[in-house]
């Protein structure tokens, strides 16, 4: 256990799955335009994925910048892998990219199943079906 | 609270060769969109050229610049 368990908590979260949306809100309820706009490019993908709310606590957002040396929200990261914010998310959307790296096929496909539930200490809306 | 002009100077001084437009996207004056086109962005994945951007501004991303959306590319 290190002395920053908010840091590890959101490692843990990167790590274990596969597909994670660090958002300001929730998919149901966004807080911010951008992050309405990149959890509404995944739901399009009919892409499963789980999402964090950052807004409960600030040093979620202050850590995750820290690990991805990525000033804004939302993040997507993929396979443990930023992808990147509203702007490269939408892009990749618009350019069929997004469905590549998600491995559905833009038609609705679910994801293959791979991330589990984890227990972390943010709450973590679950999308995996 | 900054200027689209100051962005828009701030992103061309500090990457060299870059043309920059920057848009207010709300005229609070908070919420940004800029293209930047860079010739050094050829050899950046397309996160490394937004992060080049962000890096222009560090902490005020997120603080006095709520919100800056990027489009970047090499030309």
């Keep these: 256990m290190s002395e920053n368990p908010v840091r590890d908590a959101i490692q843990d979260a990167i790590r274990d799955h596969e597909v994670i949306l660090f958002m300001k809100g929730t998919p149901e309820q966004p807080m911010c335009g951008f992050s309405a706009r990149t959890a509404a490019a995944l739901e399009a993908l009919g892409a499963e994925y789980a999402a964090v709310d950052i807004l409960p606590d600030p040093r979620i957002r202050q850590e995750l910048s820290a690990i991805s040396n990525w000033p804004t929200i939302p993040q997507l990261f993929v396979h443990g892998e930023l992808v990147g914010g509203c702007d490269i998310v939408s892009e990749m959307y618009e350019s069929g990219e997004l469905a590549t790296v998600l491995g559905v096929d833009g038609g609705g496909t679910p994801a293959p199943e791979g991330a589990q539930p984890g227990a972390a200490p943010m709450q973590i809306e679950n999308r995996l079906g | ?75």
């Design chain 2, 1 to 75: 609270m900054p200027s689209t002009d100051d962005l828009k100077t701030r992103i061309e001084a500090a990457i060299p060769g870059a043309h920059a437009d920057v848009l207010d996207l709300t005229g609070g004056g908070d919420h940004f969109r800029a293209t930047v086109i860079a010739p050094e962005f050829a050899s950046l994945s397309r996160i490394e050229q937004h992060r080049r951007v962000y890096s222009v501004f560090g902490t005020e991303i997120g603080g006095p610049i709520h919100a800056l959306s990027l489009e970047t590319r090499a030309e």
